[in-house]
């Protein structure tokens, strides 16, 4: 929007920008109604009830019930309208169809680093399709951070040891800004970027376009070899480590009698601080490879182990590949084959 040719909103480039501004403008207007009216009400009642002559004291005043229920009444009404519509644009922007596409993202002093399932790795810039759902899974390599799409009217702190996530679906083609929101260093300010939104077809000749180094699974599945995780993860079971096939979205059983669930953020605290969680029939052998991995390499890793599950990747919206790990070729051990 812009008044004067001056700049004074953002477009409105996702499918809930209209929800949210509509809302904003409710308790905009309600707010400015209750704020002129007590200004105005303080200069006409201090004029006209103003002391005229010296001695003069003021009329004695008891409560008024009627008074007090309206002033406490309407006040609650109101304010409950806006917690209930809040709360439901709230619980929209914070719920991820299921059948959203899937992006990472890695805040990192001064940029934001994106990676598509696909392969494509971009630095202050996104490409995504408009009118399709998409999830953003946010990390941070240093500090705190906010990923903030002014246009789609959403934003998520990028905090450091953790995944946070938002959606969206732009509704339009065009380039939006890409912001960071948090306070994090000297260039917070230059922390910045650029979301195209292309039509499906273009985007879709965009994914073809780059992406060298295969998918991110791929690339995962390499630095699976690199890190030497495939000489004790063997998918018989039997190896060192456990088997990482079909574990994602399962429970599994702890040596201190917890369970845990598999999921990101158990497959990231399980890589780099490997002894947190032990599973159950297991010695605590891993070296742990905090500060030996990059985010953006941890969740290329992350992705490589889901696309090992691959009935739980569909949860995600994204048919993982498949791709087979190097070690899917040998047979499992037969049960009562002894292992030398
Ligand atoms: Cu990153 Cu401010």
């Known amino acids: 929007m812009t008044i004067f040719g001056i700049p004074i909103f953002p477009d409105q480039a996702s499918t809930f920008a209209k929800d949210v501004d509509t809302l904003y403008f409710f308790i905009l207007t309600v707010c400015s109604f209750f704020a002129l009216t007590v200004a105005i009400l303080v200069v006409y009642f201090g004029l006209r009830y103003r002391r005229k002559r010296e001695g003069q004291t003021g009329a004695r005043i008891e409560g008024s019930l009627p008074l007090e229920l309206m002033w406490s009444v309407i006040p609650t009404v109101i304010a409950m309208v806006m917690f209930g519509w809040g709360a439901s644009v709230f619980y929209h922007l914070r719920r991820p169809p299921d059948d959203a596409m899937h992006i990472y993202a890695v805040g990192k002093q001064w940029m934001w680093k994106f990676q598509h399932l696909e392969g494509q790795r971009e630095i202050n810039e996104l490409h995504i399709p408009a009118g399709r759902p998409i999830k953003v899974t946010v990390s941070s390599e240093d500090v705190l951070h906010s990923l903030y799409f002014p246009s789609f009217r959403t934003k998520i702190d990028a905090i450091p040891g953790r995944y946070t996530e938002l959606?969206?679906?732009?509704?339009?083609?065009?380039?939006?800004?890409?912001?960071?929101?948090?306070?994090?260093?000297?260039?917070?300010?230059?922390?910045?970027?650029?979301?195209?939104?292309?039509?499906?077809?273009?985007?879709?000749?965009?994914?073809?376009?780059?992406?060298?180094?295969?998918?991110?699974?791929?690339?995962?599945?390499?630095?699976f070899?690199?890190?030497?995780?495939?000489?004790?993860?063997?998918?018989?079971?039997?190896?060192?480590?456990?088997?990482?096939?079909?574990?994602?979205?399962?429970?599994?059983?702890?040596?201190?009698?917890?369970?845990?669930?598999?999921?990101?953020?158990?497959?990231?605290?399980?890589?780099?601080?490997?002894?947190?969680?032990?599973?159950?029939?297991?010695?605590?052998?891993?070296?742990?490879?905090?500060?030996?991995?990059?985010?953006?390499?941890?969740?290329?890793?992350?992705?490589?182990?889901?696309?090992?599950?691959?009935?739980?990747?569909?949860?995600?919206?994204?048919?993982?590949?498949?791709?087979?790990?190097?070690?899917?070729?040998?047979?499992?051990?037969?049960?009562?084959?002894?292992?030398?």
Request: hydrophobic share 30%; charged share 15%.
């Open 225 to 340: 070899e690199q890190h030497a995780c495939n000489s004790c993860h063997l998918d018989s079971g039997q190896g060192r480590g456990p088997s990482l096939k079909n574990i994602v979205g399962t429970t599994v059983e702890l040596t201190d009698g917890n369970t845990a669930v598999v999921d990101d953020a158990y497959l990231r605290e399980s890589i780099l601080t490997s002894q947190a969680k032990i599973v159950k029939g297991f010695q605590p052998l891993m070296p742990t490879f905090q500060g030996l991995i990059s985010e953006e390499n941890l969740l290329a890793l992350i992705e490589h182990v889901k696309s090992m599950s691959p009935q739980a990747s569909t949860a995600s919206g994204q048919p993982a590949g498949g791709t087979p790990s190097p070690n899917a070729q040998k047979p499992p051990a037969r049960p009562g084959e002894k292992k030398q």
């Open 167 to 223: 959606w969206f679906e732009a509704s339009k083609p065009g380039t939006y800004h890409i912001f960071c929101a948090e306070y994090c260093g000297t260039n917070h300010a230059g922390m910045i970027g650029s979301v195209t939104v292309l039509e499906p077809q273009a985007y879709q000749a965009w994914l073809q376009g780059g992406g060298e180094g295969g998918t991110m699974a791929e690339r995962g599945a390499r630095l």
